[in-house]
Every structure is written in C-alpha cells, then in structure tokens.
T-cell receptor, first 113, second 113 residues
Framework: DTAVSQTPKYLVTQMGNDKSIKCEQN?????MYWYKQDSKKFLKIMFS???????INETVPNRFSPKSPDKAHLNLHINSLELGDSAVYFC????????????FGPGTRLTVT | DQQVKQNSPSLSVQEGRISILNCDYT??????FLWYKKYPAEGPTFLIS?????DKNEDGRFTVFLNKSAKHLSLHIVPSQPGDSAVYFC????????????FGEGTQLTVNP
C-alpha cells in the first residue's frame, strides 16, 4: 500500500502548456512538500504545506502554484511551461512540521520540449 | 551557495567490506542530519539520522558519525551488500530552518558481488 503517491510518473509536454502533478499521502501526516531534482541531481525544496497552509515558499517562479485541498493532498500546477522546468519533481510528507524525517513519493519526471 | 556537499559522486566497494560515504556542511546553524537512500525511479527513503548533541548513531549495519568542529559527517555501512547499491543523499536541517532539508548532491554507491 503506497504511502506517498504521485501522478503521473512521466509527463512530456510542449513549452507554453499548463500541467498539474498530483500528490497524495495516506500516512496521516500534517505536512507535505514539493522538491525539484534538477539535472545536477540536487534536491531542492520548493514548497511546504502544514494542514493546508503554506509554510515554506522558496524562490520559485510564480508560474508554479501549489494547491492543498486537504492535508492528505498537495498538487503542483505549472503554467506556461519552459524548457528549464524539465526535472524530476518529488512530493514528500512528514508527521508534523517540526519533524525532519520526510517520506518521499516516487517522483514525476517532467520533460518539456 | 551549496551548504551541504558530497564531494564523491561515486564509490565502489566489494561485498562484505566497509562503505564510507562522506558529507560536509558549511552552515553552523544545522543541528540535525539525515541520510537518505535512493534507488533508480524511486523516491529517496530515510535511512538514519543524527542530532548535533551526539557524535554517533548506529542502526544495524549503518552508523553515522558527526564531527561538529570539522562540520563533517560520514555514513558507514558494514558489511556492504549488493542491495546497498544506490544513491545516498546527505541532508541537514536546523531549528531556524523549520522542516526545510538541505540536500547534498548524492553519492552513487556500487557494491560488487
């Protein structure tokens, strides 16, 4: 039974399109995150939500908008996709906002052509 | 500004021998450190952690050592097994970071039978 799931696993799209990546966790955790792993393999945090409230918002273009309909879901919507958005995006969750141990989803590989 | 560095992109060891993965950090505010393991096409999975009030934490075959004065930590795997072959990420956080994790770029460990 998957703890943190993401859909889709692969996403290929053209520049200028708008796309969404969905994330769900069934661990009962309060906090969820989005990370981006770029071509240099660094994992960098983008956003964090605690009980549907935004608590971390790193310097990302405002074309990226997270949405948390409830504490088990954190979706990532990307407008006007650019070539540089190509990366693997990971969703993660932790039990509470002060917990450092985060549980990651399998990742979504986004390719923008 | 790369605050967590893993200077070895890859490491190859024989089955049964010790694997030592290294990590250096620059931010003196970091006080909690984690190691994650990542297999291809999967998300990172939490392996072991250490608080700055300790200098060693052990869990089965895995031991993490922390040298605060040198701002250095290492992960020892003894004995190494082929199933340990994966990318290992070092991550750090601190009270002022909230739940934000700063990751290194990872080290690919290959354990040869």
């Amino acid at each position: 039974d998957t703890a943190v799931s993401q859909t889709p696993k692969y996403l290929v799209t053209q520049m200028g399109n708008d796309k969404s990546i969905k994330c769900e966790q069934n661990l009962g955790h309060d906090t969820m995150y989005w990370y981006k792993q770029d071509s240099k393999k660094f994992l960098k945090i983008m956003f964090s939500y605690n009980n549907k409230e935004l608590i971390i918002n790193e310097t990302v273009p405002n074309r990226f908008s997270p949405k948390s309909p409830d504490k088990a879901h954190l979706n990532l919507h990307i407008n006007s996709l650019e070539l540089g958005d190509s990366a693997v995006y990971f969703c993660a969750s932790s039990q509470v906002v002060t917990s450092y141990e985060q549980y990651f989803g399998p990742g979504t590989r986004l390719t923008v052509t | 500004d790369q605050q967590v560095k893993q200077n070895s992109p890859s490491l190859s060891v024989q089955e049964g021998r010790i694997s030592i993965l290294n990590c250096d950090y620059t931010n003196s505010m970091f006080d909690y450190f984690l190691w994650y393991k990542k297999y291809p096409a999967e998300g990172p999975t939490f392996l072991i952690s250490i608080s700055s009030i300790k200098d060693k934490n052990e869990d089965g075959r895995f031991t993490v050592f922390l040298n605060k004065s040198a701002k250095h930590l290492s992960l020892h795997i003894v004995p190494s097994q082929p199933g340990d072959s994966a990318v290992y990420f070092c991550a750090a956080s601190g009270e002022t970071s909230g739940s934000r994790l700063t990751f290194g770029e990872g080290t690919q460990l290959t354990v040869n039978p």
